[in-house]
Nanobody
């Protein structure tokens, strides 16, 4: 089973930047969906960005502010977040999905991003 560990969260002022990283144990294949979800207090978990087989997808709220990337071995995924807004405050979760089978999904434990002045 894939294990995921996130890092890089913290406190940042509006307009600032953070880089989130996720390290995966176990084999990660390029065709796996790998990316980030987030959950703000009182809200449902929502997709932020994913990448699979080199193709990247972003939620509409990203608006060009975030960039997702994976390393050469497809064992880590990074989310570079710029122009952060208070509405971006949430726990961010790394995610790996395989074949649209929820039982095979892997989730990290989350890293908190707080955007506040």
């Amino acid at each position: 089973q894939v294990q995921l560990v996130e890092s890089g969260g913290g406190l940042v002022q509006p307009g600032g930047s953070l880089r989130l990283s996720c390290a995966a144990s176990g084999r990660i294949f390029s065709f796996y969906v790998m990316g980030w979800y987030r959950q703000a207090p009182g809200k449902q978990r929502e997709l932020v960005a994913t990448v699979t087989s080199g193709r990247k997808n972003y939620a509409d709220f990203v608006k060009g502010r975030f960039t997702i990337s994976r390393d050469n071995a497809q064992s880590t995924v990074t989310l570079q977040m710029n122009s952060l807004e208070p509405e971006d405050t949430a726990v961010y979760y790394c995610y790996v999905g395989r074949g649209n089978i929820p039982a095979l999904d892997a989730w990290g434990q989350g890293t908190l991003v707080t955007v506040s002045s």
